[in-house]
């Protein structure tokens, strides 16, 4: 930590964002508005499109399958992550296996998932939850795993009940870990959502970037964009924001 | 073998054999998953044929050239973030949201400013591996041991030297995993831009077949193709695992 400097976080983030809209404004001119929007054109294309008449629909179309997905895979991949990190073998037979999924293109596996669930919400959300779902699992084994043996002991010793040891050391000591795996789930369950939506379905924001992709409309794709950029930044700062407290919590 | 790795191989068999049941008893609809029999069979009948190796080519070549141009511009980039802590910070949670958002979503964009040709393919490839690089580069220069670099400064090294002599083969097995990220993400990024727009490739023979109801075709180039990504993967992350084990860390 490099306490005493006088650097506020936010005079950072500040600079760091003009910083890039003045890389962004340079490009556009660079290569022509009609090409790259420029920024300020972007934000009231955005304010626009927000204003339709069709924008809320599609907006919590989207909101459903991500927030359902997610709850699949945080409650499934925290379920199935404490299972395999209790379990030495079952983790060890695992994991190789969910590395493999973890970095094959899921997306060429749209077709099977489409097959199975059909054209809608369902495929949408099992294509969310099933990027999603992976690096939490991996990250809760890990963190359920690498819980110090001398932890446990001190606790026995201790008479700790069931209960106790729960609340008192096995939380304390994985959650951190868990923490960060949330953050990437969320990140992926994003993206998954998104992209089923681009494939499997007729409203919802992927649906919109897909056909304004097709239509050769930039400067949706680029409002569009801009959304979700804004907003899965945001989360990922107040996850991190979390992530980095408990980590100064519970420091080993 | 271990007693672990035989499991594994049981299991995977298991659930294939599973499969293969479940589908020759008609308990799935034919229509959706053809049994892993004819996928096999369907996959060697591409191979045998040669039809799809131009496709196959063109796919690893804009990898290839996504990959080594994220690896070098990813490590650039992460000694920069390295060198300045500041910018770090505010972009953290940036990079943090970066997978998030499908950057496939750009290929227009990159249609007009490449043109109608392999390029754009080659950009997405390399917009989606170059932070995974980058965020590995990072971590590996952030992990050198401090007990490390003074002792290179003990020894006067000049910074060339410290570099190629300590740091470098210190953060050697985070380089490494950056290398095999960014190769893994080259290929989604590719085959993604070939699922949504594009007229050769990998990723649009499998959309092609899709769209044509051509069940072997699809089932074939899936299993060509996530068992080469697969096997590839498989192969980088044993050695990497060699590679921690041997520092003793992890």
Same mark, same amino acid.
């Given at each position: 930590?490099?306490?005493?400097?006088?650097?506020?976080?936010?005079?950072?983030?500040?600079?760091?964002?003009? *910083?890039?809209?003045? !890389?962004?404004? %340079?490009?556009?001119? +660079? @290569? =022509?508005?009609?090409? $790259?929007?420029?920024? &300020?054109?972007?934000?009231?294309?955005?304010?626009?499109?927000?204003?339709?008449?069709?924008?809320?629909?599609?907006?919590?179309?989207? *909101?459903?399958?991500? !927030?359902?997905? %997610?709850?699949?895979? +945080? @409650? =499934?991949?925290?379920? $199935?992550?404490?299972? &395999?990190?209790?379990?030495?073998?079952?983790?060890?037979?695992?994991?190789?296996?969910?590395?493999?999924?973890?970095?094959?293109?899921?997306?060429?596996?749209?077709?099977?998932? %489409?097959?199975?669930?059909?054209? =809608?919400?369902?495929?949408?959300?099992?294509?969310?939850?099933?990027?999603?779902?992976?690096?939490?699992?991996?990250?809760?084994?890990?963190?359920?795993?690498?819980?110090?043996?001398?932890?446990?002991?001190?606790?026995?010793?201790?008479?700790?009940?069931?209960?106790?040891?729960?609340?008192?050391?096995?939380?304390?000591?994985?959650?951190?870990?868990?923490?960060?795996?949330?953050?990437?789930?969320?990140?992926?369950?994003?993206?998954?959502?998104?992209?089923?939506?681009?494939?499997?379905?007729?409203?919802?924001?992927?649906?919109?970037?897909?056909?304004?992709?097709?239509?050769?409309?930039?400067?949706?794709?680029?409002?569009?964009?801009?959304?979700?950029?804004?907003?899965?930044?945001?989360?990922?700062?107040?996850?991190?924001?979390?992530?980095?407290?408990?980590?100064?919590?519970?420091?080993? | 073998?271990?007693?672990?790795?035989?499991?594994?191989?049981?299991?995977?068999?298991?659930?294939?054999?599973?499969?293969?049941?479940?589908?020759?008893?008609?308990?799935?609809?034919?229509?959706?998953?053809?049994?892993?029999?004819?996928?096999?069979?369907?996959?060697?009948?591409?191979?045998?044929?040669?039809?799809?190796?131009?496709?196959?080519?063109?796919?690893?070549?804009?990898?290839?050239?996504?990959?080594?141009?994220?690896?070098?511009?990813?490590?650039?980039?992460?000694?920069?973030?390295?060198?300045?802590?500041?910018?770090?910070?505010?972009?953290?949670?940036?990079?943090?949201?970066?997978?998030?958002?499908?950057?496939?979503?750009?290929?227009?964009?990159?249609?007009?400013?490449?043109?109608?040709?392999?390029?754009?393919?080659?950009?997405?490839?390399?917009?989606?591996?170059?932070?995974?690089?980058?965020?590995?580069?990072?971590?590996?220069?952030?992990?050198?041991?401090?007990?490390?670099?003074?002792?290179?400064?003990?020894?006067?090294?000049?910074?060339?030297?410290?570099?190629?002599?300590?740091?470098?083969?210190?953060?050697?097995?985070?380089?490494?995993?950056?290398?095999?990220?960014?190769?893994?993400?080259?290929?989604?990024?590719?085959?993604?831009?070939?699922?949504?727009?594009?007229?050769?490739?990998?990723?649009?023979?499998?959309?092609?077949?899709?769209?044509?109801?051509?069940?072997?075709?699809?089932?074939?180039?899936?299993?060509?193709?996530?068992?080469?990504?697969?096997?590839?993967?498989?192969?980088?992350?044993?050695?990497?695992?060699?590679?921690?084990?041997?520092?003793?860390?992890?």
């Amino acid at each position: 930590m490099e306490a005493g400097r006088a650097s506020s976080p936010w005079l950072d983030k500040a600079l760091l964002a003009v *910083a890039l809209m003045a !890389v962004w404004q %340079l490009l556009s001119t +660079l @290569a =022509g508005p009609e090409v $790259l929007t420029t920024p &300020l054109a972007t934000v009231r294309r955005l304010a626009q499109l927000m204003a339709g008449p069709d924008f809320g629909r599609h907006a919590a179309e989207t *909101a459903t399958a991500f !927030v359902v997905a %997610l709850v699949i895979a +945080l @409650a =499934g991949g925290l379920l $199935l992550g404490v299972g &395999l990190g209790a379990n030495r073998l079952c983790g060890e037979v695992a994991e190789p296996l969910l590395v493999g999924l973890y970095s094959i293109p899921k997306i060429t596996l749209y077709p099977v998932v %489409l097959l199975l669930f059909g054209l =809608g919400m369902s495929a949408k959300i099992a294509f969310g939850a099933i990027h999603g779902i992976i690096p939490v699992v991996l990250f809760t084994m890990n963190a359920v795993r690498n819980i110090p043996r001398a932890y446990l002991r001190a606790g026995h010793s201790m008479r700790l009940t069931r209960r106790q040891m729960f609340v008192h050391v096995l939380v304390p000591a994985s959650l951190p870990e868990i923490v960060t795996g949330f953050r990437l789930g969320f990140s992926l369950t994003l993206l998954g959502t998104l992209i089923g939506e681009m494939f499997a379905s007729q409203r919802g924001i992927g649906y919109l970037l897909i056909k304004s992709m097709e239509n050769n409309d930039i400067d949706i794709i680029v409002a569009l964009a801009l959304l979700l950029v804004s907003l899965a930044t945001a989360a990922s700062w107040l996850l991190l924001g979390l992530e980095r407290r408990l980590h100064g919590r519970f420091a080993r | 073998m271990t007693r672990a790795g035989r499991l594994r191989v049981a299991l995977v068999g298991l659930l294939v054999g599973l499969l293969e049941l479940a589908c020759r008893a008609g308990w799935i609809d034919p229509v959706a998953v053809i049994p892993p029999t004819r996928m096999v069979a369907g996959a060697w009948r591409l191979l045998a044929s040669g039809q799809y190796t131009k496709d196959i080519l063109l796919t690893l070549s804009n990898v290839a050239i996504a990959c080594v141009l994220a690896v070098a511009s990813g490590f650039a980039g992460g000694w920069l973030l390295y060198k300045l802590p500041r910018l770090r910070r505010a972009a953290d949670p940036l990079l943090a949201s970066y997978y998030s958002v499908p950057t496939f979503i750009f290929y227009p964009l990159f249609i007009v400013l490449f043109g109608l040709n392999r390029w754009p393919l080659v950009a997405i490839g390399f917009v989606f591996a170059v932070v995974a690089m980058m965020l590995s580069t990072l971590q590996g220069f952030e992990r050198v041991p401090r007990v490390l670099r003074r002792t290179a400064r003990a020894m006067r090294l000049s910074t060339t030297q410290e570099m190629i002599h300590v740091v470098l083969p210190a953060c050697a097995p985070h380089l490494f995993t950056g290398v095999k990220l960014a190769i893994v993400y080259a290929f989604i990024g590719v085959i993604a831009g070939e699922f949504v727009l594009s007229g050769a490739g990998f990723g649009f023979q499998v959309a092609f077949a899709y769209n044509s109801f051509d069940n072997p075709t699809m089932y074939g180039l899936m299993l060509l193709l996530l068992g080469f990504v697969g096997g590839l993967n498989m192969l980088l992350y044993s050695w990497e695992r060699r590679m921690y084990l041997r520092r003793g860390g992890r």
